[in-house]
């Protein structure tokens, strides 16, 4: 399942719960259809995984319901580094047609900073837990349980839970304004009472949002030895070597080549001195072939 939800409480909260189902959804019946849950978007992947394609489906159908929901005011949407949500033609999409604008939090701040993450999403499966329970007490329903579910009577009954679990969250606005308070996500430019309950999961107060190096591992730490950098050098070369399946040859006189090791090293060209750019300079000359 693929979960959006807003910070808004009572009548204002909101949340769009699609759902992904394995297969191609070519050979479904028209009965099997009319019996989903209308507040349901089913979508179709041979690994029910929300990969490019399934993503543009859901983000058509986001950007049209917010476009309504808001009269084409602008909206901030904050997501994961999936890579169907970095997508371009789903980032364009949202803003067409929704004029939603994608945030991306930082990666491994995910479980922190993203209010999914700090209680929706675990409440929406146990909301759908209860539902599974309550229904196993119906006499006959065990049994069919144990003999095995055919998959479209599975779908059918995920799409009346997954409703009633995002009905749940609705009318629990401790929880859904929680989830955005204890994230920061609510905060203003100016101190207010509320950011006391700014208190990401799992962290230690104070909690110090991670540095570039630590939010980024692949990206190597800025190194001032030539033979780090040079060590950087064959990373990058070994990098595009692989992706492009020919052999690399840097050119003695280009100096693009300089500027890409710095973008790779993750240092702006204005940041970097003379010292380090000659070191750079000196390892790509020794190097030209």
């Known amino acids: 399942m693929h ?48 990969d490019r394609p399934v993503m543009l489906q859901i983000a058509e159908l986001f950007a049209e319901k917010v476009g309504e929901r808001h009269g084409g005011a602008p909206v901030l949407l904050y997501a994961d580094i999936l890579d169907a949500h970095c997508h371009e033609p789903v980032l364009t999409k ?16 995910t479980d922190s900073t993203q209010a999914i993450d700090a209680g929706a999403g ?3 499966r146990v909301y759908v837990g209860d539902k599974l329970d309550k ?6 329903n065990l049994e069919k349980w144990e003999k095995g579910l055919k998959a479209k009577e599975r779908r059918i009954l995920m799409t009346h839970w997954l409703a009633a679990a995002k009905k749940r969250l609705l009318e629990n606005d401790s929880l859904w304004e929680g989830c955005f308070l204890c994230t920061g996500m609510l905060m203003k430019l100016k101190p207010n009472p509320d950011d006391e309950k700014i208190k990401p999961q799992g962290r230690k107060l104070p909690y110090n949002i991670p540095t570039e190096s ?34 690399i040859v840097v050119e003695e006189e280009e100096n693009d080549f300089i500027h890409e090791i710095m973008a790779y090293l993750g240092m702006p060209v204005s940041d970097v001195n003379e010292e380090m750019y000659l070191a750079i300079e000196h390892v790509c000359n020794s190097r030209a072939v």
Not at 94 to 109: A, E, I
Request: hydrophobic share 35%.
């Open 214 to 247: 630590e939010a980024y591992p692949e990206v190597p730490e800025v190194r001032e030895s030539a033979s780090s950098i040079e060590s950087c050098i064959d990373d990058s070369i070994n990098d595009e070597a692989a992706n492009s399946g020919n052999e």
């Open 3 to 50: 979960i959006c939800m807003n910070a808004g409480i009572g009548s204002d909260a909101d949340a769009y719960i699609d759902m992904v189902a394995r297969g191609k959804g070519t050979r479904i019946s028209k009965a099997e259809k009319l019996a989903w849950n209308e507040e349901i978007p089913v979508h179709w992947q041979k690994c029910a995984w929300v």
């Open 122 to 124: 675990r409440s929406t």
């Open 135 to 140: 229904w196993l007490e119906v006499d006959g």
């Open 94 to 109: 949202l803003k067409t047609k929704g004029n939603v604008f994608m945030c991306f939090v930082p990666p491994g701040c």
